[in-house]
Antibody
Framework: EVYMEESGGGVIQPGGSLRLSCAASGFAFDDYGMHWVRQVPGRGLEWVSFISGDGGFTYYADSVKGRFTISRDNSKNSLYLQMTSLRTEDTALYFC??????????????WGPGTLVTVSS | SFELTQSPSVSVSPGQTAKITCSGAALSKRYAHWYQQKSGQAPVLVIYEDNRRPSGIPERFSGSNSGTMATLTIIGAQVEDGADYYCYSKDSSDRGVFGGGTKLTVL
């Protein structure tokens, strides 16, 4: 059974940095692209970033480009999101999600439960 | 920039048909996918590639995509179908785009 669990969320001051992790199991991790999606509590979903199965291709939403970096360690079945220059508007529940293909963003068929990031002074 | 627009809310009585729409420029030239999110839970895929249903999703869920509008239809909606529904597609640069979400109330 596919399972993913995010970690690393917490309270951080504006301008700070935080690294999120997503531990995956139940599928051949390096065969699939992976995404980060976020959701401000009580609001809609926002796509954040994608990384291909081998880590060679990455995509970012304009709202995070240049501040966030997605990466993966296939030897550890883990996905990461390094967030820098955090803003109050980055406050959200961050989900990792599994794509159905390897190379380019397509759609997600499985999600983790999410980890909450709060950017506040 | 490519945007997807959904109406904020839809309300039906149990057993009725619920239609949730998602509009975007030339949307039919891309695939539309639909996610159901119940309160406090992660989203669940209910329709992919416009009209395909994942295993485990009830047959009452169906989808279509024509012109600039994709539609999620629930025939014979049940109380447990009450949730937020999001359409999803990609822009011309392959970046993901979600609609704003539609709150479905079945009461």
């Amino acid at each position: 059974e596919v399972y993913m669990e995010e970690s690393g969320g917490g309270v951080i001051q504006p301008g700070g940095s935080l690294r999120l992790s997503c531990a995956a199991s139940g599928f051949a991790f390096d065969d699939y692209g992976m995404h980060w999606v976020r959701q401000v509590p009580g609001r809609g979903l926002e796509w954040v970033s994608f990384i291909s199965g081998d880590g060679g291709f990455t995509y970012y939403a304009d709202s995070v480009k240049g501040r966030f970096t997605i990466s993966r360690d296939n030897s550890k079945n883990s996905l990461y999101l390094q967030m820098t220059s955090l803003r109050t508007e980055d406050t959200a529940l961050y989900f990792c999600a599994k794509d159905v293909i390897y190379q380019k963003p397509y759609y997600f068929d499985s999600w983790g439960p999410g980890t909450l990031v709060t950017v506040s002074s | 920039s490519f945007e997807l627009t959904q109406s904020p809310s839809v309300s039906v009585s149990p057993g009725q048909t619920a239609k949730i729409t998602c509009s975007g420029a030339a949307l039919s030239k891309r695939y539309a996918h639909w996610y159901q999110q119940k309160s406090g839970q992660a989203p669940v895929l209910v329709i992919y590639e416009d009209n395909r249903r994942p295993s485990g999703i009830p047959e009452r869920f169906s989808g279509s995509n024509s012109g600039t509008m994709a539609t999620l239809t629930i025939i014979g909606a049940q109380v447990e179908d009450g949730a937020d529904y999001y359409c999803y597609s990609k822009d011309s640069s392959d970046r993901g785009v979600f609609g704003g979400g539609t709150k479905l109330t079945v009461l």
